[in-house]
Protein backbone atom coordinates (compact mmCIF):
# COMPACT_ATOMS: atom_id res chain seq x y z
CA UNK A 1 0.00 0.00 0.00
CA UNK A 2 0.89 3.54 0.25
CA UNK A 3 2.30 5.22 3.26
CA UNK A 4 4.54 7.85 4.22
CA UNK A 5 7.24 7.91 7.10
CA UNK A 6 8.78 10.99 8.34
CA UNK A 7 11.27 11.74 11.10
CA UNK A 8 9.95 12.19 14.39
CA UNK A 9 10.63 15.51 16.38
CA UNK A 10 10.75 17.88 16.89
CA UNK A 11 13.65 19.25 15.56
CA UNK A 12 14.73 22.24 17.56
CA UNK A 13 17.52 24.18 15.51
CA UNK A 14 19.52 27.65 16.48
CA UNK A 15 18.72 30.28 13.74
CA UNK A 16 21.09 29.96 10.91
CA UNK A 17 21.53 26.44 11.14
CA UNK A 18 20.81 24.18 8.51
CA UNK A 19 18.42 22.09 8.10
CA UNK A 20 16.88 18.41 6.85
CA UNK A 21 13.74 16.73 7.82
CA UNK A 22 13.57 13.22 6.58
CA UNK A 23 10.82 12.22 4.54
CA UNK A 24 10.43 8.42 2.92
CA UNK A 25 8.00 6.78 1.15
CA UNK A 26 5.79 3.39 0.04
CA UNK A 27 3.95 3.81 -2.93
CA UNK A 28 2.59 1.64 -6.54
CA UNK A 29 3.02 3.67 -9.54
CA UNK A 30 4.65 7.15 -9.64
CA UNK A 31 3.30 9.42 -7.07
CA UNK A 32 3.14 13.16 -6.94
CA UNK A 33 5.32 13.99 -3.67
CA UNK A 34 4.31 17.35 -1.56
CA UNK A 35 5.49 18.92 1.64
CA UNK A 36 3.31 21.15 3.43
CA UNK A 37 3.92 23.48 6.09
CA UNK A 38 1.01 24.24 9.32
CA UNK A 39 2.08 27.50 11.32
CA UNK A 40 0.51 27.66 14.48
CA UNK A 41 -3.50 28.26 14.68
CA UNK A 42 -3.37 27.69 11.02
CA UNK A 43 -4.40 25.49 8.10
CA UNK A 44 -2.28 23.45 6.21
CA UNK A 45 -0.51 24.70 3.00
CA UNK A 46 1.57 24.19 0.42
CA UNK A 47 5.58 24.44 0.56
CA UNK A 48 6.60 22.59 -2.65
CA UNK A 49 5.90 19.64 -4.86
CA UNK A 50 7.28 17.39 -7.57
CA UNK A 51 5.95 15.09 -9.84
CA UNK A 52 7.73 12.84 -11.07
CA UNK A 53 11.68 11.32 -10.18
CA UNK A 54 14.72 13.42 -9.79
CA UNK A 55 12.27 16.46 -9.95
CA UNK A 56 13.43 19.69 -7.33
CA UNK A 57 10.56 21.25 -6.01
CA UNK A 58 11.67 24.33 -4.10
CA UNK A 59 9.70 27.78 -2.56
CA UNK A 60 10.86 30.02 0.43
CA UNK A 61 14.81 28.98 0.40
CA UNK A 62 13.46 25.08 1.09
CA UNK A 63 14.11 22.35 -1.23
CA UNK A 64 13.62 18.63 -2.11
CA UNK A 65 14.48 16.33 -4.66
CA UNK A 66 12.20 13.00 -5.63
CA UNK A 67 14.36 10.41 -5.22
CA UNK A 68 13.01 7.14 -6.85
CA UNK A 69 16.08 5.27 -6.20
CA UNK A 70 15.52 5.58 -2.53
CA UNK A 71 11.96 6.41 -2.12
CA UNK A 72 12.64 9.72 -0.32
CA UNK A 73 12.00 13.40 -0.50
CA UNK A 74 13.88 15.19 2.74
CA UNK A 75 13.43 18.51 2.96
CA UNK A 76 16.26 20.57 3.27
CA UNK A 77 17.03 24.77 4.17
CA UNK A 78 20.35 26.09 4.23
CA UNK A 79 19.69 28.43 6.56
CA UNK A 80 16.59 28.69 8.77
CA UNK A 81 14.50 31.98 10.72
CA UNK A 82 12.48 31.66 13.68
CA UNK A 83 9.74 32.33 11.37
CA UNK A 84 9.97 28.38 9.58
CA UNK A 85 8.77 27.31 13.27
CA UNK A 86 5.94 24.96 11.95
CA UNK A 87 4.75 21.41 11.46
CA UNK A 88 5.72 20.24 8.27
CA UNK A 89 4.32 17.56 6.58
CA UNK A 90 5.78 15.17 3.41
CA UNK A 91 2.57 13.61 1.65
CA UNK A 92 1.99 11.43 -1.15
CA UNK A 93 -0.80 11.51 -3.94
CA UNK A 94 -1.32 8.77 -5.55
CA UNK A 95 -4.71 7.15 -6.88
CA UNK A 96 -5.69 4.41 -4.68
CA UNK A 97 -8.58 2.95 -3.44
CA UNK A 98 -11.23 4.78 -6.30
CA UNK A 99 -9.74 8.14 -5.72
CA UNK A 100 -7.02 10.81 -5.78
CA UNK A 101 -5.95 11.00 -2.38
CA UNK A 102 -2.94 12.41 -0.46
CA UNK A 103 -1.40 10.50 2.01
CA UNK A 104 0.18 12.06 5.04
CA UNK A 105 3.32 11.68 7.05
CA UNK A 106 2.79 12.10 11.11
CA UNK A 107 4.33 15.80 11.01
CA UNK A 108 7.61 16.87 12.12
CA UNK A 109 7.57 20.03 14.54
CA UNK A 110 10.04 22.38 13.85
CA UNK A 111 11.52 24.64 16.84
CA UNK A 112 13.69 27.72 16.00
CA UNK A 113 15.50 29.64 18.49
CA UNK A 114 16.79 32.92 17.81
CA UNK B 1 -10.39 35.45 -2.88
CA UNK B 2 -10.99 34.33 0.85
CA UNK B 3 -9.98 30.57 -0.38
CA UNK B 4 -11.43 27.72 1.69
CA UNK B 5 -13.25 29.12 4.71
CA UNK B 6 -14.47 26.88 7.99
CA UNK B 7 -17.19 28.16 10.29
CA UNK B 8 -17.07 27.50 13.55
CA UNK B 9 -13.24 27.93 14.62
CA UNK B 10 -13.92 26.35 17.62
CA UNK B 11 -16.97 24.29 19.44
CA UNK B 12 -17.65 22.12 22.38
CA UNK B 13 -19.89 19.14 22.20
CA UNK B 14 -21.22 17.37 25.35
CA UNK B 15 -21.56 13.22 24.25
CA UNK B 16 -24.21 12.90 22.26
CA UNK B 17 -25.49 16.00 20.89
CA UNK B 18 -25.16 16.74 17.45
CA UNK B 19 -23.36 19.43 14.95
CA UNK B 20 -22.64 20.90 11.43
CA UNK B 21 -19.48 22.18 10.34
CA UNK B 22 -19.41 24.20 7.04
CA UNK B 23 -16.90 24.30 4.30
CA UNK B 24 -16.92 26.96 1.54
CA UNK B 25 -14.48 27.31 -0.94
CA UNK B 26 -15.13 30.14 -3.69
CA UNK B 27 -11.88 28.87 -6.45
CA UNK B 28 -14.67 26.82 -7.89
CA UNK B 29 -12.92 23.93 -7.42
CA UNK B 30 -14.94 20.40 -7.87
CA UNK B 31 -13.76 18.30 -5.19
CA UNK B 32 -13.73 18.58 -1.29
CA UNK B 33 -12.39 16.78 1.13
CA UNK B 34 -12.70 16.65 5.08
CA UNK B 35 -9.46 15.55 7.48
CA UNK B 36 -9.18 15.29 11.31
CA UNK B 37 -6.34 16.30 12.77
CA UNK B 38 -4.94 14.00 15.63
CA UNK B 39 -1.36 14.27 17.23
CA UNK B 40 1.23 12.03 15.92
CA UNK B 41 -1.26 10.48 13.00
CA UNK B 42 -0.72 13.11 10.10
CA UNK B 43 -4.29 13.70 8.65
CA UNK B 44 -6.87 11.44 8.17
CA UNK B 45 -9.39 11.55 5.13
CA UNK B 46 -13.10 10.98 6.98
CA UNK B 47 -15.21 11.80 3.85
CA UNK B 48 -14.94 13.27 0.17
CA UNK B 49 -16.60 14.67 -2.86
CA UNK B 50 -15.80 14.89 -6.64
CA UNK B 51 -18.06 17.58 -7.44
CA UNK B 52 -21.77 18.85 -6.67
CA UNK B 53 -24.09 16.39 -4.93
CA UNK B 54 -21.90 13.60 -4.76
CA UNK B 55 -20.04 12.32 -1.77
CA UNK B 56 -17.81 8.87 -0.91
CA UNK B 57 -16.42 7.44 2.10
CA UNK B 58 -12.42 8.04 3.20
CA UNK B 59 -10.11 6.46 5.64
CA UNK B 60 -12.02 7.10 8.85
CA UNK B 61 -15.98 7.97 7.52
CA UNK B 62 -17.78 6.43 11.34
CA UNK B 63 -19.98 8.80 12.96
CA UNK B 64 -19.89 11.33 10.15
CA UNK B 65 -22.02 12.44 7.28
CA UNK B 66 -21.40 14.73 5.16
CA UNK B 67 -24.03 16.33 2.15
CA UNK B 68 -22.42 18.71 -1.10
CA UNK B 69 -25.66 20.36 -2.04
CA UNK B 70 -23.87 23.00 -3.87
CA UNK B 71 -20.64 23.27 -5.23
CA UNK B 72 -19.19 25.61 -3.02
CA UNK B 73 -20.00 24.53 0.22
CA UNK B 74 -18.90 20.51 1.69
CA UNK B 75 -20.92 20.14 5.53
CA UNK B 76 -19.21 17.66 7.94
CA UNK B 77 -22.35 16.20 10.24
CA UNK B 78 -21.79 14.78 13.71
CA UNK B 79 -25.09 13.04 14.64
CA UNK B 80 -24.12 12.30 18.10
CA UNK B 81 -20.69 13.50 19.19
CA UNK B 82 -18.49 11.05 21.62
CA UNK B 83 -15.42 12.13 22.90
CA UNK B 84 -13.08 10.14 20.42
CA UNK B 85 -14.54 12.71 18.14
CA UNK B 86 -12.23 15.41 19.83
CA UNK B 87 -9.99 16.84 17.24
CA UNK B 88 -8.77 19.39 14.58
CA UNK B 89 -11.26 19.12 11.64
CA UNK B 90 -9.66 20.20 8.23
CA UNK B 91 -11.55 20.69 5.27
CA UNK B 92 -9.46 20.96 1.92
CA UNK B 93 -10.55 21.46 -1.81
CA UNK B 94 -8.86 20.68 -4.90
CA UNK B 95 -9.42 21.96 -9.03
CA UNK B 96 -9.38 18.90 -10.57
CA UNK B 97 -8.42 15.22 -10.05
CA UNK B 98 -4.66 14.03 -11.07
CA UNK B 99 -2.19 13.36 -7.85
CA UNK B 100 -0.06 16.41 -8.71
CA UNK B 101 -2.98 18.87 -7.72
CA UNK B 102 -2.20 20.51 -4.59
CA UNK B 103 -5.32 20.70 -2.03
CA UNK B 104 -5.95 24.37 -0.52
CA UNK B 105 -6.95 23.65 3.40
CA UNK B 106 -8.75 25.87 5.24
CA UNK B 107 -7.92 27.30 8.69
CA UNK B 108 -9.46 24.32 10.81
CA UNK B 109 -11.91 23.90 13.20
CA UNK B 110 -11.11 22.47 16.47
CA UNK B 111 -13.92 20.46 18.35
CA UNK B 112 -13.72 18.81 21.98
CA UNK B 113 -16.11 16.62 23.32
CA UNK B 114 -16.72 16.29 26.60
Known amino acids: GNSVTQMEGPVTLSEEAFLTINCTYT??????LFWYVQYPGEGLQLLLKATKADDKGSNKGFEATYRKETTSFHLEKGSVQVSDSAVYFC?????????????FGAGTRLAVHP | NAGVTQTPKFRVLKTGQSMTLLCAQD?????MYWYRQDPGMGLRLIHY???????AKGEVPDGYNVSRLKKQNFLLGLESAAPSQTSVYFCASRLTSGSYNEQFFGPGTRLTVL
Open chain 2, 49 to 55: SVGEGTT
Open chain 1, 91 to 103: ALGAFSGGYNKLI
Open chain 2, 27 to 31: MNHEY
Open chain 1, 27 to 32: ATGYPS
